[in-house]
């Protein structure tokens, strides 16, 4: 599969497209939660509401990025594993995960107690900036991606 | 126009953006951060007008909440964009997709200041009017990314 679309001249730019559309809704989605745990920007909303409208959003964007990202990476086959954009890329996005799952087990466990609050507890902020600037890596390092391979081409 | 186009490759900043690998990536990376925080508002304040999302809030609340991040959006762009714009005037001036993106955003960027924003900002409850503006809104927007995407998807 991975040889058939790398002999295309279409997929590339239609995959990297279609993940650049999934990052625009993921991440511009997620940005104005973690705004929101920082007291930026829909700051009058409920924190639990804007979590719960925006998070479908953000999956969904995510997932397309998955699909596409994977993709991308197949075909690309052994160039990306040594590339080391790659794998900070792969770390960011484990950190971020790993930050939401932290997130979500503790401070927001007690949502109700600050729910209301313009803002969050310190450590929901430190949740919200950690996740910005893991998104920018993540952005930043997919960016880098792109010019080491044409680097290497 | 010519001239402009080899003013702009020849200036210190734009031989500074060139001189080595990392420059002109690190600027374009600032350009999508500042694409983000601008398209992820817009679509944001859309989806309540749609009644998509945060159904609760008024949708002018909401408005004026995303307001002021549009703006740093924009900043970030306007900042950035001529910076990439001028490294590489001759091949920007000549693409197709970067033209039409310059068209479309200039008609975004009037109408959402002008009238989108002003429409939500004041709006009391969703009506017609509101949500074929948040349409309008919407599909302009998705013009501008898709024509800047193309600039250098389609240069290949």
């Known amino acids: 599969m991975s040889l058939a679309m790398r002999e295309s001249n279409y997929w590339f730019p239609a995959l990297n497209l279609i993940h650049l559309l999934g990052l625009l809704v993921a991440a511009g989605t997620i940005v104005f939660w973690d705004l929101r745990l920082l007291g930026i920007g829909l700051r009058r909303a409920p924190v639990s509401q804007v979590g719960k409208s925006l998070l479908p959003w953000t999956w969904s964007g995510f997932g397309v990025m998955f699909v596409s990202g994977s993709l991308l990476v197949v075909m690309e086959a052994g160039r990306l594993y040594f590339n080391i954009f790659f794998r900070f890329k792969v770390a960011f996005l484990i950190l971020a995960g790993l930050n939401v799952l932290v997130f979500h087990f503790t401070v927001y466990r007690r949502v109700d107690a600050w729910d209301l609050a313009p803002k969050a507890p310190l450590q929901a902020r430190l949740a919200g900036g950690l996740s910005l600037l893991l998104w920018f890596g993540i952005l930043a390092m997919g960016r880098a991606i792109g010019y080491s391979l044409d680097y290497a081409a | ?156």
Request: glycine share 8%; aromatic share 10%.
């Open chain 2, 1 to 156: 126009m010519t001239d402009f186009l080899t003013w702009c490759q020849s200036t210190a900043l734009s031989q500074w953006v060139l001189s080595a690998k990392w420059q002109y990536p690190t600027v374009e990376i600032f350009h999508i951060a500042g694409l983000v925080l601008v398209f992820g508002s817009i679509l944001v304040l859309n989806l309540r007008i749609f009644g998509r999302i945060l159904r609760q809030q008024p949708v002018s609340e909401v408005a004026a909440g995303l307001s002021p991040l549009t703006l740093t959006g924009v900043i970030a762009q306007f900042v950035s964009g001529p910076v990439l714009f001028m490294a590489t005037a001759k091949h920007f001036y000549e693409s197709v997709p970067f033209r039409v993106k310059l068209l479309l955003l200039a008609v975004a960027l009037v109408y959402h200041f002008g009238v989108h924003r002003s429409l939500a900002m004041k709006a009391q409850a969703v009506d017609r009017a509101l949500r074929i503006s948040a349409a309008a809104s919407m599909l302009l927007w998705i013009g501008v990314v898709l024509a800047g995407l193309g600039i250098e998807l389609l240069a290949g």
